[in-house]
Structures are given as C-alpha cells and as structure tokens.
C-alpha cells in the first residue's frame, strides 16, 4: 500500500497540505491532494523538489501544471489508497469549511467593532489623529474578509466536486465486482466477500455457510439450443438465486455455468434448506425461447453445502463445498450434498 499513516498522521498531513493548496489556482481536487499530501508527508522527494523549484521560481500551480506533477511522480494509485484519500480529504474539507464559516463570522464581527470604535472615536472628537492607522485596519480587515470568503466559495466548489468523484468510484467500484451476464457478484467480489466473511467469522467464533451449485448437463443446452439460449439460461438461474438471498448473503456467479452463495449468518440446517429450496424452484421453473416459445428441456442445478470449520482456510472452505457438489454430480445431478465436518471425519478415523 503507498500510504500507510494511521488517521492521527495523516489528518494532520492533511490540514499542512491545505494552506499550500490554497495559495495556488488548481481545483481542490484529490489528484491535487495527492500531490501536497506526498509532499507535506516527505515520501516523495523527487515530487518535492520539483514543488520547490516551482516555488523558487514564483509560479503558481494550475490544474494542468498540478496534473503534470501528479503524472510525473504519482502516476497510479491504487484503488485501495485512491479511496482512503477521497474519504480522508472529505472529511478535513468539511472540518475546514466549517473554520472559514467560523473565521468569516469573527472578521465580520472584528470590521463591525472597528465601526463602533471609529464611531467612538468622532463622538470625542479623537479621530484626527488615528486616522490612517484606523483606515489601514480597517482595508486590512475587508482584505481578510474578502479572502475568508473567497477560500470558503472554492472549498464549497471542492466539496461539491469531490463528492461527484466519490460517487463516481462508488458506482466504478460496483461495477468492477458485478458479473455483466448477471449482474450477481463476480469471482472477485466473492473473493472479497469470503475474505471479509471468514475474518469476521474467526473474530466472532461464527460458522459460515456456503453453497456451490452449477447447472445440470448445461453444455447440452448450448449443443442444442445455442449460447443465447445458454445465456438465458444462466440468468434465469441467477434470478432464482437472487430472490433467495438477503442481508449479508452474497450470491456470486463463481464461473461459467457454476454459482456461490456465501451465508454469513446461516446455521447449516438452515442452508441445507434454502439449498433445496433453490433446487426445487429451478426445476418446476419453464424457460422458452424467444424466438418460436419452444419451452427448453427441464433445467435442473446440483448444490454442495459447507460450513465453515474452524482453522480451515478459504481454498479448503471452497474445496469442501465443490468436493460435496461432485458427489452431487456423481449421485445423479439434481441434488443437495453436504460436505462432511472434517473434525467429525477425524474422529471417526
């Protein structure tokens, strides 16, 4: 990972980096804050240098100038610590926002004061004398003003922007881990799932579930009636599981023809059942073609059921619930195998 401050660090490496930006022309950005923050943060000295030569030479930094160095010595993020900059740099611009509404309101009430005390002034008749130091105050009080309010439009603009951006990566994000056929989970979104799962799992002493089904003789579908078909097909699979899982679940197509369904929070018993009810429904289901409404030959899916043990890894999770998915196969298709408890296999041997 390219940044590994904690957020103690990295907050205060954020509200170093906010002045410097805001003494230059570019978008307050996280392409820009990714620049000061390597910068202020001192993990890039080549991008340092190359910020203190421009300094040097008087320029101010633009939004193509500040691109170039983010090219130049940043190049790519990655999507793990993109995110973080986003979320960390969100939040400060928030907390500045906030401090230049605060500073905003003590200059307006400071030049209001400078009023009553000019007025104060002419009542005695004093005035003559402090004048200029009077007139000086008070061009320096609007200056800040002016400033104060200037810095609060562009980080109201940043805000605005960077949450288009969040947003952006957001739905990016979703579409990286969605399976286009299906719009299910893709191989690397269950990945990610199983991943999170099993941490939260060990942590919290829980046995996950998972199931692993693919459907029956589908290579005879596409001889016979074509990839179309086949297509429709797998959607139409893919829907079932859909309406059958909610909460935390996570239905996935895991390959080709082949699903996943992770259950978090599902005692075995209770996968064992949604198992056979999905079985069920996809064999009374009827899909027909759409171009003469011929209904394809009954579709039927096998399923292997796991839960998780203890101690096993993520491969031998998956292993144990397609190793039971086999035996489905080899035991005449159209069924729901259990995986057996390799602790009660143990003890048995």
Known sequence: MRYTEDATKSAEYLRQAIPMMSRHTAPLNPMTYAVWYEVVAGINPALAAAVEES????????????????????????????????????RVLAGISQSASVAGDQANRFSESLALWDQGLNEVGMRSGLQAGIDRMRGDTQ???????????????????????????????????????????????????LATCLEQAVAAGKSPCL??????????????????????????????????????DTAARYGGEEFAILLPDTPLRGAQSLAE??????ENARIKRTDNNETVARITVSFGVAAYTPGESAIEFIERADKALYESKHAGRNRVTTAIDPARYAQAA
Not at 66 to 83: C, G, H, K
Not at 277 to 282: D, E, G, K, Q, W
Request: hydrophobic letters at 40%; glycine letters at 6%; a neutral charge.
């Open 55 to 90: 300094n040097r030479k008087g320029e101010v930094l633009d939004s193509s100038m500040t691109a170039s160095l983010f090219r130049r010595f940043i190049a790519e993020i990655d999507e793990e610590s993109a995110q973080r900059i986003s979320d960390g740099f969100q």
């Open 277 to 282: 009810s999905i079985r069920a429904t996809v």
């Open 211 to 248: 199931l692993i089904t693919d459907i029956d003789h589908f290579k005879k579908v596409n001889d016979v009636y074509g990839h179309l078909m086949g297509d429709r097909v797998i959607r139409a699979v893919a829907h079932v599981l859909k309406q059958n899982v909610k909460g935390k």
């Open 143 to 193: 200056d800040m003003q002016g400033a104060v309010a200037d810095l609060a439009t562009r980080l109201e603009d940043s805000r605005r922007e960077i949450e288009v951006l969040r947003q952006e990566v957001s739905r990016a994000r979703e579409d990286a881990l969605a399976d286009g056929l299906t719009g299910l989970v893709n191989r690397r979104g269950f990945d990610m799932a």
